[in-house]
């Protein structure tokens, strides 16, 4: 059962409209992250928050951007979205001790046309 | 810096057969090494980890053993099963708060009755 929670899973949407993905958890994680994933499956960091009112960038540069109003929440939006942006988006959180293991969203499958 | 190295797949096996796949890594400490498992249409889950060296994760019948020497995490399973088909990542993570998580590229594997 996920804990994690990502809506909407599937959006097909035209080129320059304004998106934003939802993430929410209700473990209490205090990180929680933004993956790119390719069609060929590699894994791309673009955000990440190590708590209320952190975010940093990722590993690849994305022109997307994120909030950390509320522990449970980190939305990512696209304030105009292209085609490349087409892509799958996972949401994960790891707690604040321990392995940190990640767990992910089921993920959010944009397309943009 | 960090990285996982995997095979590339697609790794396509008939039911009941033996299973390998390699992962080995480089860190500049000593990393927790963890298998991520990929679903279709769903996001990543933990299989299993190991959080120091000699150590071994199993989970559904799945297993790996951290070697330091090799610096590897080779997953392997006896007996594959046709609902065993999906993209596994090798991942690892160093110690500390704030270290984020690499992953591999991930294996696509498919088992056909």
């Known amino acids: 059962e996920a804990d994690i929670y990502q809506t909407p899973r599937y959006l097909v949407i035209g080129t320059g409209k304004k998106i934003t993905l939802e993430c929410s958890q209700t473990m209490g994680h205090d990180k929680m992250y933004w993956y790119q994933q390719d069609p060929g499956m590699e894994l791309h960091l673009i955000h990440y928050s190590y708590g209320v009112n952190s975010t940093e960038k990722g590993d690849l540069s994305s022109e997307s951007t994120v909030s950390r109003i509320r522990t449970e929440h980190f939305p990512l939006t696209l304030e105009s979205a292209r085609p490349s942006h087409t892509s799958q988006y996972l949401c994960?959180?790891?707690?604040?001790?321990?392995?940190?293991?990640?767990?992910f969203g089921a993920g959010s499958r944009l397309t943009v046309l | 810096g960090n990285s996982v190295t995997q095979m590339e797949g697609p790794v396509t096996l008939s039911e009941e057969a033996f299973l390998t796949i390699n992962c080995t890594y480089t860190a500049t400490g000593y990393p927790s090494l963890f298998w991520y498992v990929q679903y279709p249409g769903e996001g990543l889950q933990l299989l299993l980890k190991a959080t120091k060296a000699d150590d071994k994760g199993s989970n559904k019948g799945f297993e790996a053993t951290y070697r330091k020497e090799t610096t590897s995490f080779h997953l392997e399973k006896g007996s594959v099963q046709v609902s065993d088909s999906a993209v596994y990542f090798c991942?690892?993570?160093?110690?500390?708060?704030?270290?984020?998580?690499?992953f591999g590229i991930g294996t696509k594997l498919q088992v056909i009755p």
């Open positions: 994960a959180s790891s707690p604040p001790s321990g392995a940190n293991v990640l767990t």
């Open positions: 991942a690892l993570r160093l110690s500390g708060g704030y270290q984020k998580v690499t």
